[in-house]
C-alpha cells in the first residue's frame, strides 16, 4: 500500500478528542485504524500528546497551530513512533485486527450484494465492516449524527469526492449522500457513528432496528 496515498485525514479536533481519550469507543476504533495506517496523523496525534502533556495539563486539548506543532516535532526523537503494536492481519491494521480478536470477521447480508459485520452497538453508537460490491450503489442515507467511513480495501466516491484504501470520510447531518464503490474490486469501510442512520429505500424503516444499523 503507498500510505503517502491518503489523502482525507482525521480533522484536528477529533485528534485531539481523541488524544484526550474524550471519543466513544466506536469513534476511537476508527481514528486508531486510520492512524495505524498513516504516518502524518501519527505525527499530529505525537504533537497532541505533548501539548495536552506538558503545556495543557489541566486544560481541555485544544488545535494546535502548525508553527508550534513543527516545534515540537522537532524536539522528538522519534515522531513517527508507532501506537502500541498489534499485528496487521490481511487487510485489516492492528487496532482493528485486535477488535476482531484476530478472527475474519461473519459477513450478513444486507442487501443488493452489500454484507455488513458489526462490531459493537449500543445506544452510544455502533462500529462495523461494510462490504461493497466493486460498482456498487449504496442508497441514498443520510444521518442523524456523525459518520466516520474509513476505506480498508478498494475505494468509494460520492458527492463530496474519491475516497481511496487509508482515506476518512466524515459525514454529519448535513451529509446526504450515495456512496458507489469502485470498478476494480469489492470496498470494504470501517464505518462507525453515534447515531442509527436514516435510510431512505434501502430497507423500511421498521426494521431497522433487526439490522442495528
Ligand atoms: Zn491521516
Redesign the pocket.
Known amino acids: 500500500m503507498n500510505m503517502s496515498a491518503?489523502k482525507?485525514?482525521?480533522p484536528d479536533h477529533l485528534l485531539a478528542a481523541y488524544s484526550a481519550g474524550n471519543l466513544s469507543d466506536a469513534f476511537a476504533l476508527v481514528v486508531a485504524t486510520?492512524?495505524s495506517?498513516?504516518?502524518?496523523?501519527?505525527a499530529?496525534l505525537e504533537a497532541h500528546h505533548m501539548t495536552g502533556g506538558i503545556f495543557l495539563e489541566d486544560a481541555p486539548a485544544q488545535d494546535i497551530s502548525a508553527g508550534l506543532k513543527g516545534d515540537i516535532l522537532a524536539q522528538l526523537d522519534n515522531p513517527f513512533r508507532p501506537e502500541p503494536v498489534h499485528e496487521r492481519r490481511g487487510i485489516y491494521p492492528g487496532p482493528l485486527n485486535a477488535a476482531l480478536k484476530a478472527q475474519d470477521p461473519i459477513w450478513k447480508k444486507l442487501g443488493m450484494g452489500v454484507h455488513q459485520s458489526i462490531l459493537s452497538a449500543d445506544s452510544e453508537g455502533s462500529v462495523r465492516l461494510l462490504w461493497i460490491p466493486a460498482g456498487q450503489k449504496v442508497p441514498d442515507h443520510g444521518h442523524n449524527g456523525l459518520e466516520l467511513t474509513l476505506v480498508l480495501q478498494g475505494s468509494f466516491s460520492d458527492e463530496t469526492g474519491f475516497y481511496g484504501t487509508?482515506d476518512?470520510e466524515i459525514g454529519d447531518e448535513d451529509l446526504e449522500h450515495t456512496p458507489t464503490a469502485g470498478p476494480d474490486m469489492p470496498c470494504i469501510c470501517l464505518a462507525a457513528t453515534d447515531a442509527p442512520l436514516r435510510f431512505k429505500d434501502f430497507m423500511p424503516r421498521l426494521l431497522q432496528p433487526l439490522f442495528r444499523i
Open positions: 491518503i482525507h485525514h482525521i486510520h492512524i495506517m498513516c504516518s502524518d496523523c501519527r499530529s487509508g476518512l
